[in-house]
């Protein structure tokens, strides 16, 4: 069956760095644009990253912009969520999501995506 694994969450000093992972399985990784999205504690879940199929075309949310970057490795079927400068508002729950596409795309709307992960805490605090 469909799943998406994110591991890679914790606890950091505001200022530093976290790397997450999504692992994939039960599809073709391939054929799937990924995203991640955000959720903190009494908001809703927000976009934060997405890449195409490819990895050649990525898009992120101006809150994350120039601090975190998103990549892929197909043949590990795995998406990355690279992560610094960490601030205390980033501190959420972190899903990634994946959306069957024949395109190039990127997505940043939850209700493109088919998969979604069961998330990872991310805890930025001093």
């Known amino acids: 069956q469909v799943q998406l694994v994110e591991s890679g969450g914790g606890l950091v000093q505001p200022g530093g760095s976290l790397r997450l992972s999504c692992a994939a399985s039960?599809?073709?990784?391939?054929?799937?644009?990924m995203g991640w999205f955000r959720q903190a504690p009494g908001k809703e879940r927000e976009f934060a990253a997405a890449?195409?199929?490819?990895?050649?075309?990525?898009l992120y949310s101006e809150s994350v912009k120039g601090r975190f970057t998103i990549s892929r490795d197909n043949g590990k079927n795995t998406v990355y969520l690279q992560m610094n400068s960490l601030r205390p508002e980033d501190t959420a729950v972190y899903y990634c999501?994946?959306?069957?596409?024949?395109?190039?795309?990127?997505?940043?709307?939850?209700?493109?995506?088919?998969?979604w992960g069961q998330g990872t805490q991310v805890t930025v605090s001093s």
């Open positions: 890449i195409s199929r490819s990895g050649g075309n990525t």
């Open positions: 999501a994946a959306v069957r596409t024949l395109f190039s795309s990127v997505y940043t709307r939850q209700h493109q995506y088919d998969y």
């Open positions: 039960g599809f073709t990784f391939g054929s799937n644009a």
